[in-house]
């Protein structure tokens, strides 16, 4: 995938932008967003620009999912927090506003007042089969 000329993640991972890179191979790397939710708030992401997960190719997503977990303990180990989250948007409604596909993490603490508004539903009768359906038959 070619760089996006107009894409600032694409500049942070060619060096044309700087960024507080925590960690980095040939495939992708983990800095410091420059607007933290909290403080230790990281992002991955690839080197190369994909648009969403969707569009992420599988061996590109497991060399980054395979370092997630030694992120994520790393930011406990630095900042003390109580917990971290994992979030990841594809897609403008999604809450994506860079084009470029990454992942957060976020440190937690108890006290932090961050959150998201979890509208928990219930499926309709039978709608529940239908959609499992619908799913099987997409991945079969
Ligand atoms: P999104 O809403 O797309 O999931 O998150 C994009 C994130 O990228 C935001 O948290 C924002 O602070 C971060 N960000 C945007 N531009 C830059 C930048 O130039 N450098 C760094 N380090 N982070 C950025
Ligand atoms: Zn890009």
Known sequence: ??????????????????????????????FLDITPLSEGHLLVIPKDHYL????????VCGQIGSALPTLGRALIQV???DGFNLLQNN????????????????????????????????YAPGREADVISAFRNALA
């Open 1 to 30: 995938m070619p760089a996006d000329a107009d894409c600032v993640f694409c500049k942070i991972a060619s060096g044309q932008l700087p960024a507080s890179i925590v960690r980095q191979n040939q495939t992708w790397m983990a």
């Open 52 to 59: 969403t997960l969707s569009e992420l190719p599988d061996e």
């Open 79 to 81: 900042t003390g927090a």
């Open 91 to 122: 897609g403008p409604v999604a809450g994506q506003v860079v084009p470029h596909v990454h992942f957060h993490l976020i440190p937690r603490r108890h006290d932090d007042g961050l959150g998201y508004r979890w509208n928990a539903g219930k």
